[in-house]
């Protein structure tokens, strides 16, 4: 022991106290400089993306509150210079954007409860129950993923028309009112509990639809959420259906009722574009409030499995 | 007493079914065949099939300039769209992978394009895009008219595209990078790798069954994209962003040519189905482990 | 010719919360060194910084003479193998195990040529095509050291790779641990909480608690002489058991009463710990301990010729544990259960009575306020 110790001291004394804390500093300046670089360099870069993603809407933004006479100059103009919000009050009156927004609303609410509902019922079957043609009707659901919206939107307009459904919220609605993914995403969720919780269940009595309210329901928040949050967003952001079935002011939706501001006038288009920010302001919300419960259901089973 | 109770539970989980079963039946099968059916047919103005022509709508498509510029004009779009929105969410994930102060501003903020609708997006990017007021060409001193010239059109409504479609592919490749082991890296590290070293051989790599499943979705969505052509460009100029799905609408729409209005929809699907199977066949060999 | 060499290295998380303190050891060329120590108790923090995975709050860190605070992890030429094995999921074996030697631009017939001799020294050969999915834990585990011994590194850092395996496969890997270290001829810095692992497998043993070495010594040492309670209680298994005891003299001999002193169980001290227990402990209270191998029965007392020295401790036993090749007995005094080890050929039931005999050379007395050894260190000197 004493002899290592010796050693050990040896190997040290080629360099006094004073140039090894000398050293230290340096080495410890150097360490932390290069961390900082590391960081700012990170944090620069990350400032340059998020500038360039979130540039439309900051300009959006911009542009909704600058007075229209303001945009028409050839200098770069990125901030108003005398901020108005008659943007936003000349989109009320000159649409109906409050029955747009309470159109979208409705729709997409309704959407979103429907297809939780049918969603988690079709997952329970498919996850808890024994059946006849189980893997093949599963099959068949997981198939209808492919089939483009579009391969199947004349006709289901044809349909509707024929049914004299157009320019209703039926019409809006009941097309959507399940989803492969939803099923897919919850049976995801569902097959992670064993078969007993629902065997146990049973055995206490418990019948499929209480099962499903009072055991299923509460422990797959987190997957009814990232549905929720996801179905919304998508629905208010709808296009091409409501654009095909809906022809009056009463039934138009958000995204089709904003086109209407659309116009080649160029003075409106601060009008146009305080529309456009105001519409976008309901799903961005629900975005913001929702992401991590999203991301949370969205990525937790579904994707890994 | 005993028979009944048991063709009852017999007949309890197809009732679980029916809701979504209904809908997917009435929306979603019904009209595929009735497309494939009315594909076969010249129809009237109501969409009623009246002259029985067999394959006719598919050869004239075939033939025609129009749909064969439709297909090339979706192609070049569909890879600008996939391409350019990966590549976009990948390099956002990566950005904002390690800790670091206002992480959490950041990942929103590359996720946020998901929130916004084709429409509203597209109107925006029509003012940006503006020749006199858009800040585009006030940004780099330009005079170009984006929208109706026909060399930059397509570019345009496809770059937007996948600035809407980064969102999601940010949080599926944010997922995909939180699911690879962080001590391989920290192996790597005493190994001797470099961060280059290590994004492609390790990061590349653990993303890949992800970027797998997020190439497949960016695929199928970019042949779906409709609103923001139907609102920048309208097809135009001189057809140069007339994509399937917009084709589809216009024949359909305004020419009343239903007919061929399903046959481009059965075709649609067809390349959607066979991309797709493609890519699954590819995947089989590919991504194993 | 390696040595790294720790100062008072420090890990402080927040201020004033420290993970490590003032760890200082010099670790020698071919050393296999054990950070052993209860979870939490910065033994792995510890050699994530001497692998340069995490940073050094305070203190130096010194290999081969270069202070090597600073260096990137790569620069410290270093190996180090995980406890989860962290194998590269999208590579074959051979790629894991060529990895190192890759990014290090070696030619790929070197390459080659060493992966298939570390193969064939780990019996992996036949698994150089497999991806890591496709292996069981020993193999993982196998491949894991393999990719760290393809280098010449200074040193090996292990932490604590064995802790995934099932205890046969983890005996076995031991063994071969401990062949491997002979053959490589080169320091293994390994840290574990399990203690056999840390006695069979260290030639020196660093004890850990609350981020504070305990004790560095050799794995013999520890046993026979660990420096507090919280080391005598650590090492080994069944652990040493613990009496209250008092510390005194009469008729001029240096005595320990265990318990009540009215009881009479006590045990006298001979030489140098007689004295150090005079300087020391005079009329003190103390915790006594004793490991089971070193309680006896009666005739193995008189054998000993401890018998006198010590007065039986008449107890019951509350459970027997027959081993085979050696028996436990177990006893509750002092409200705690004990445990002696004993012969096979002792037929004490439970529920009997027997006498016990503490042997005096053995006891280890710890002060009941520093909780540190009264004999440690002086006794040997």
Not at chain 1, 173 to 196: D, E, H, K, N, V
Not at chain 1, 209 to 221: M, Q
Not at chain 3, 185 to 196: A, C, F, M, P
Not at chain 3, 335 to 361: C, S, W
Request: net charge neutral.
């Amino acid at each position: 022991m004493s002899q290592t110790d010796t050693m050990a001291a040896g190997s040290q004394r080629i360099i006094s106290r004073e140039e090894l804390l000398q050293l230290k500093k340096e080495m410890n300046a150097r360490a932390l400089t290069r961390r900082r670089v590391r960081t700012g360099t990170l944090l620069v870069a990350n400032i340059i993306m998020a500038v360039v993603i979130l540039l439309p809407l900051l300009y959006a933004i911009s542009i909704a509150f600058m007075p229209s006479g303001e945009l028409f100059t050839t200098d770069l103009n990125l901030f108003p210079k005398n901020p108005t919000i008659q943007n936003f009050v000349d989109a009320f009156t000159n649409v109906p954007l409050l029955k747009f927004i309470l159109n979208s609303f409705i729709m997409a609410g309704c959407i979103t409860i429907g297809q939780i509902i049918t969603c988690s019922l079709a997952a329970f079957a498919f996850s808890f129950l024994e059946f006849k043609g189980k893997g093949l009707l599963f099959m068949v659901v997981m198939a209808t993923m492919m089939v483009p919206g579009e391969a199947t939107i004349i006709s289901n307009y044809l349909t509707v028309g024929n049914l004299g459904m157009l320019d209703t919220y039926p019409v809006l609605i009941i097309p959507y009112l399940t989803s492969a993914m939803g099923i897919f995403l919850f049976r995801q969720f569902y097959m992670t509990f064993p078969i007993s919780l629902y065997e146990s269940a049973k055995l206490d009595g418990c019948g499929n639809l209480r099962f499903i309210v009072k055991i299923l329901i509460p422990l797959t928040k987190s997957a009814i959420g990232a549905m929720a949050v996801y179905t919304f967003i998508n629905a208010w952001n709808m296009y091409m259906w409501p654009l095909l079935v809906t022809g009056s002011n009463d039934m138009r939706t958000v995204q089709i009722g904003i086109s209407m501001l659309n116009s080649v006038d160029s003075q409106s288009i601060t009008m146009m574009i305080a529309g456009v920010v105001m519409i976008i302001i309901p799903s961005i919300s629900i975005f913001i409030v929702g992401q991590k419960q999203l991301i949370r259901g969205m990525f937790s089973g579904a994707v890994k499995g | 007493m005993n028979a009944v109770k048991k063709s009852k539970w017999n007949a309890s989980p197809y009732f679980y079914l029916v809701p979504c079963m209904l809908v997917f039946a009435v929306f979603l099968f019904y009209p595929f065949f009735k497309t494939i059916f009315l594909s076969l047919f010249l129809t009237d103005k109501m969409g009623q099939a009246k002259v029985f022509v067999g394959m006719q709508n598919y050869m004239d498509l075939l033939t025609s300039e129009s749909f064969r510029n439709s297909l090339k004009v979706t192609l070049i779009f569909v890879v600008i769209v996939v391409v350019g929105g990966m590549l976009l969410g990948l390099i956002a994930a990566v950005l904002c992978n390690k800790a670091f102060p206002g992480i959490r501003f950041f990942s929103t903020s590359y996720a946020l394009p998901m929130a916004i609708a084709s429409s509203s997006a597209a109107m925006i990017f029509e003012i940006m895009l503006h020749p006199t007021v858009g800040i585009v060409n006030k940004m780099l001193g330009l005079d170009i008219n984006w929208l109706n010239n026909p060399d930059t059109a397509l570019y345009c409504v496809a770059i937007l595209t996948a600035w809407l479609n980064s969102g999601i592919n940010f949080l599926y490749f944010s997922a995909g990078l939180g699911n690879i082991d962080e001590t391989i890296y920290e192996r790597a590290s005493v190994d001797g790798a470099g961060s280059i070293q290590k994004f492609f051989s390790l990061t590349l790599p653990g993303l890949s069954p992800i970027m797998f499943y997020t190439l497949v979705v960016n695929i199928i969505q970019a042949f779906q994209s409709f609103g923001q052509i139907k609102i920048l460009t309208e097809g135009g100029p001189d057809e140069a962003t007339n994509v399937i799905v917009y084709s589809i609408y216009r024949d359909a729409f305004f020419n009343y040519r239903f007919g061929s209005a399903a046959a481009q929809s059965v075709i649609l699907f067809i390349i959607v189905m066979l991309i797709t199977l493609v890519m699954f066949r590819i995947e089989k060999k590919g991504v194993s482990y | 010719m390696s040595e790294i060499v720790l100062r008072n290295v420090c890990k402080e998380y927040e201020k004033g919360n420290f993970a490590v303190k003032d760890f200082s050891l010099d670790i020698h060329d071919q050393e296999f060194i054990i950070f052993v120590g209860p979870s939490g108790c910065g033994k792995s923090t510890t050699l994530r910084m001497i692998a340069g995975l995490e940073d050094i709050s305070d203190g130096e860190l010194w290999i081969d003479d270069q202070l090597c605070n600073y260096f990137d992890p790569k620069d410290r030429g270093l190996s180090m193998v995980f406890q989860n094995y962290a194998l590269y999921p999208n590579m074959t074996v051979y790629g894991n195990l060529a990895f190192a030697l890759k990014v290090r631009k070696a030619s790929k017939s070197e390459i080659d040529e060493k992966v298939h001799k570390v193969a064939r020294i780990l019996e992996i050969e036949h698994l150089l095509d497999r991806k890591p999915a496709a292996l069981s834990g020993g193999q993982k585990q196998r491949v894991a050291i393999g990719s760290a011994i393809i280098r010449r590194p200074k040193a090996f850092l292990m932490d604590e790779p064995l802790s995934n395996l099932d205890a046969k496969l983890r005996a076995q890997m031991r063994i071969e641990l401990a062949k491997l270290h002979k053959e490589l001829e080169t320091t293994i810095i390994y840290v574990t909480h399990d203690q056999t692992e840390a006695m069979t497998l260290g030639t020196r043993i660093v004890v850990m608690k609350d981020g504070v070495v305990q004790q560095v010594e050799t794995p013999i040492e520890l046993y026979n002489h660990p420096v507090n309670l919280f080391v005598a209680g650590f090492i080994g298994s069944p652990s040493m058991n613990f009496f209250q005891a008092h510390v005194t003299e009469e008729n001029g001999r240096m005595v320990v009463f265990i318990g009540n002193p009215k009881d009479g169980k006590k045990i006298y001290l001979e030489g140098r710990r007689s004295e150090l227990a005079r300087l020391r402990a005079m009329d003190q209270d103390v915790t006594l301990g004793i490991r089971p191998e070193d309680i006896h029965e009666y005739a193995d007392a008189a054998e000993l010729g401890i018998e006198k020295a010590t007065v039986g401790m008449n107890v019951t036993v509350t459970a027997r544990e027959m081993l085979g090749a050696e028996v436990f007995l177990y006893f509750d005094e002092q409200k705690k259960t004990h445990a002696v080890r004993l012969h096979p050929k002792n037929q004490t039931m439970t529920g009997e009575k027997i006498d016990l005999y503490f042997d005096p050379k053995k006891i280890h007395l710890f002060d009941q306020n520093t909780e540190e050894s009264i004999f440690y260190r002086e006794e040997t000197v």
